[in-house]
């Protein structure tokens, strides 16, 4: 099975490369101070749009290479001629970690979503944003219930003549933690594009009772990004 993930993992990097953009960021946040790696596509179409990105951490504590691999992939469907889509997603990943002699793994718990999309773009698509009510069926949750729900914003935003970048999401959903049962997960980025291709620029994650820590946390970037 691990093998067979890998397998998707790498095939997806190679497309999200051709497709969209790769970036690399070097985590800044307290007791962090490691890569992040990012494969991103999205790809509108007659009948709606398909998104995913794929995110990879290194050098987490003692680990060599890969500590951890996330995938998320979705698809909507346009309602007809509205603003409005179907959507259908899936998330999950994998990692490990290691401390002196003792090293483990673990996964991160599949999770599938789907529910109504609403979206707006300005004529030249220069800005836009997407509002998303879903629900959220999580595998192997700590309290035996899986069924959830998760509201998702989405944006961009070009300005300065296209030299900058505003872009970012931000989930709120239920998931029975040791910390609580509503988590709260945004990732705006701002970029300065030198060109089409090359982007520099920053992202800060604002999470709170995310990924095993209680309460609320900042933790900004610095990172590169090139555009295909």
Known sequence: MKKLVLILFT?????GAFSQNIQLHYDMGKDRGYL??????????????????IDMNYGVGE??????????????????????????????????WKAGAASGAYTINNAWLTGVDYSWNSSDFSRGFSLKALYKNIANTIDNKPNSFQFTAVWHLNFAEGKMSFTGFADLWREKTGFGTMIFLSEPQIWYNFNKNFSAGSEVELSNNFAGHNGFMVNPTAAVKYTF
């Open 63 to 96: 680990v060599q290479g890969v500590s951890l691999a996330y995938f998320e992939i979705a698809r909507c469907f346009k309602l007809g001629q509205s603003p409005f889509s179907w959507h259908a997603e899936y998330n999950g990943g994998m990692g490990q």
């Open 36 to 53: 992040t790696s990012t494969v991103e596509m999205f790809k509108p179409d007659k009948t709606g749009n398909t998104f995913f990105f």
């Open 11 to 15: 095939g997806l990097l190679a497309f």
